[in-house]
């Protein structure tokens, strides 16, 4: 990546870094690549935005965030200290293989997932392991056992797009009594079971949640982590040890308006399940195959073109979807479900690549 | 800090983080602790947000942040490639470290300077040696020669507010050909020399700016990079290995806004300089000797009363300035320069305590 020619080169970080869904700045395009909500935010966001002292702007956020976590224990009947606010969840993620993932021993996590894992066990010099999901892309807890420096799955799985229910997480604690082990639910108010009740039993499990899909608050940067307050007590002290003042005055207090208003939520995922499950249909109709979802966005194969094809002549069309040039996933769009009107227009651009 | 008593306690951080100044809640505190601007952003910032579509804030950022790059481009006079901007200063220089200090060699800087250095060298495991400042508090830069792994000085110095000229930081430069040098810049704008013209000749040369003291805008979290734009892609690549979309929308919206109101920035900085140099003359005829400050804050000590003495006395009546009770400066109180009418009730709550 950088030149290696100059006298202070050896001092520089070689590493291949992440890579999102490409951002396209053209209004035409209709971009499902990203698995974003097609709704906007909650209308009190931007109530609670309007309605602040833009004078007061000057002086630092609240490092520890106290309103919004205020707010989030009321919501999840959990205690304050139980609560962490970091600047998005991959914020929180990273912050949390800092300070949870410190052994000589892999942790492990599936082959098939976020592929963000392996790049902070590269940033952080984490041994890893991964786990091969078997032939319909599912987890077995049990393969996640025996010594180990942590365990980190996402429920609902990326980008599969399949939830499991609260047997697989008991079990996956069970077999995990000497590790932390991080569940990262992203996807979750999609439609799957939500471990975070089983914080109070299990006090080395961790809860991952972001405001960038259910509560449609990408741009924002929020994300938390629900755990033990022993665990969210190091999770607050590598955060001073980071950046102390991670999220911004307006994020905080946009989040917490977002987070008062469940019925918003709740109206906007359910528009977005509805809609996943008839462009599920939709799809089998021209030949498609796709995973059974729990999230906000679809993991699909065609019986006869490539995916590669069709990701390529979509793009052409101006719809952009997520194409994973990786083992095992390689024949698979991941399209994340957008509006009815946005389905339409990504059918009938599928239609046309197909020939129907 | 955490109990040790837990079966997977061995994989849990353990870590002395930053403690930040104090942010009390109470309206009627006169806060002189963080080195906030006391004047608000420039209005051109809240016309920004206030124009903003928050039907679109459901998307992510745009993680290139191109917009505000372009802006700080033009402003430095540098191009865009040469521009680096993350959630605030803190997380910059945190990615520094990641980016540009990977060596056995120690990194250099002083021993009274920003106390969040040393953190980061705990957290990332990063050797350093500090260098003593002499007896009046200045950096002799010919200290900070032969092999090492990295220098990062802030200029002007914090807590120190004492400020260095061009021949100081090329003689920096020329004694470390081999190392990645940062110069924390953050308080530049109150009035000293800044070094980005030097990033064209010295390409091992980064420079760190903020946005939350002159700019006024500590509650957005913006900070910035400035640097050879193969330093700037390193950077890139391990922020891209952190957290791909580290600046809000609404954050970076607000920052490019006040980037393209200099006239603003000038006189707000004006307006702080005038009252800085007043107040220094003010607390001399309360026996206080001030360092010569650079900065928007003054280091202090009183001829006869102790620094710790007059900080809790100052506290009971509702003014918080920063006492650090570390080696050299224990004697010494950080004051940041509010507006005048600030200062007379600092300089009032000073008398009372003196009994004058």
Partial sequence: MNKLDQPWSDKLRKIDP??????????NILKLNANENPYPPSPKVEAAIR??????????????????????AAYYNVSKDEIFVGNGSDDVIALSFMAFFNSDK???????????????????????????????????????KGPNGGVIIPNPNAPTSIGEGRDFIVKLLENNRDSIVIIDEAYVDFGDY?????????????????????????????????????????LEAVKNSY?????STISMTAAKASVEDEAYLKEATAKVIATRDKTIKRLEALGFKSLPSST????????????KVIFEE??????????FNL????????????????????????KKILGK
Avoid at 21 to 26: A, I, K, L, Y
Avoid at 314 to 323: A, H, S, T
Avoid at 327 to 347: A, E, F, Q, S, W
């Fill in 18 to 27: 992440y890579v999102a869904g490409e951002q396209p700045e053209n209004d």
């Fill in 106 to 144: 892999p942790i492990l996590f599936p082959d098939v997932t976020y592929s963000f894992y392996k790049v902070w066990c590269s940033l952080f010099s984490t041994p890893y392991k991964t786990i091969p999901v078997n032939n319909i892309f599912r987890i077995n807890p049990d393969e996640y």
């Fill in 194 to 234: 939500s471990a975070v009740e089983l914080i109070k039993e299990y006090k080395n499990l961790v809860i991952i949640h972001t405001f960038s899909k259910s509560r449609s608050m990408a741009s924002f940067r929020i994300g938390i982590a629900i755990a033990d307050k022993e665990l969210i007590g190091v």
């Fill in 51 to 72: 309605s602040l002292d833009f004078a007061k702007l000057n002086l630092y956020p609240d490092a520890g965030v106290s309103g919004l976590r205020s707010s989030l």
């Fill in 327 to 350: 083992p095992r996933v390689d024949n698979y769009l991941r399209i994340t479900v957008g509006t009815d009107k946005d389905m339409d227009r990504l059918l009938e651009g599928l």
């Fill in 314 to 323: 979509l793009k052409k069309l101006g719809i952009y979807v997520r194409y």
């Fill in 296 to 307: 906000n966005f679809i993991l699909t194969a065609h019986d006869r073109l490539a995916a």
């Fill in 243 to 247: 950046n102390s003042y991670a999220v």
